[in-house]
């Protein structure tokens, strides 16, 4: 497969996470939207690794950091969603002011 095909299904991955970030203010889409920039960012990293050099395998190293660190995010994302969400029964980004001043 060409490249291209590749790029666009990444460009709409990241296109729709970020329609997501923006719009969404329920805290769990949030959280989501973020998974489907990193898994854009994972499939930009594949693609370009296969097309500049098939035999290195330095875009599939770097695929797995950020599929650990986007594991981590996730974890912790969902911890600090469940602490407040016993504090103030609702998950609304709006509403997410305990760490003001």
């Not at 973020?34 to 098939?54: G, H, K, P, T």
């Not at 469940?82 to 305990?98: C, P, S, W």
Request: with cysteine; glycine share 4%.
């Amino acid at each position: 497969m060409q490249i291209q095909y590749f790029l666009l299904l990444a460009a709409a991955l990241f296109c729709i996470g970020i329609y997501g970030l923006i719009n969404s203010r329920n805290a769990v889409r949030v959280l989501m939207s973020i998974e489907l920039l990193l898994n854009a960012v994972n499939l930009n990293l594949m693609a370009f690794s296969n097309y500049l050099d098939s035999t290195a395998i330095k875009g599939q190293v770097f695929t797995i950091f950020v599929i650990t660190v986007a594991a981590a995010e996730a974890a912790v994302g969902l911890a600090i969603v469940l602490a407040i969400y016993r504090n103030r029964d609702t998950v609304d980004m709006e509403q997410f002011n305990l760490l003001k001043w």
